[in-house]
């Protein structure tokens, strides 16, 4: 089986930082891309920045210049450093991972639970 598991999240001021981490476990023989998507209330699930396995990056144009994405490959984990953050960066922030596992030859798709992720005053 295969998890990935977020944490990180909660009530941050406008302007504030938070870092976001996923370490992905179980039966995993690679990691392709890695990233963090989010979902506001009564919007639909977007792509914030993703990473893949050579370490290129693309990030959403909303967050360019104040999120970072970055990964550890031997730790499986991934981090969203978010700064100068913005009320309308209020979200459920999951983790994604394209992953190959033992014993196959194919790449699927796993999400994390999410975290919540709030920026007010």
């Known amino acids: 089986q295969v998890q990935l598991v977020e944490s990180g999240g909660g009530l941050v001021q406008p302007g504030g930082s938070l870092r976001l981490s996923c370490v992905a476990s179980g039966s995993i023989y690679s990691i392709n891309a890695m990233a963090w998507y989010r979902q506001a209330p009564g919007k639909q699930r977007e792509l914030v920045a993703v990473?893949?396995?050579?370490?290129?990056?693309s990030y959403a144009d909303s967050v360019k210049g104040r999120f970072t994405i970055s990964r550890d490959n031997a730790k499986k984990t991934v981090s969203l450093q978010m700064n100068s953050l913005k009320p309308e960066d209020t979200a459920v922030y999951y983790c994604?991972?394209?992953?190959?596992?033992?014993?196959?030859?194919?790449?699927?798709?796993?999400w994390g639970q999410g975290t919540q992720v709030t920026v007010s005053s």
């Open positions: 994604n991972a394209d992953l190959i596992r033992y014993g196959t030859n194919w790449s699927n798709n796993y």
């Open positions: 990473i893949r396995n050579i370490g290129s990056t």
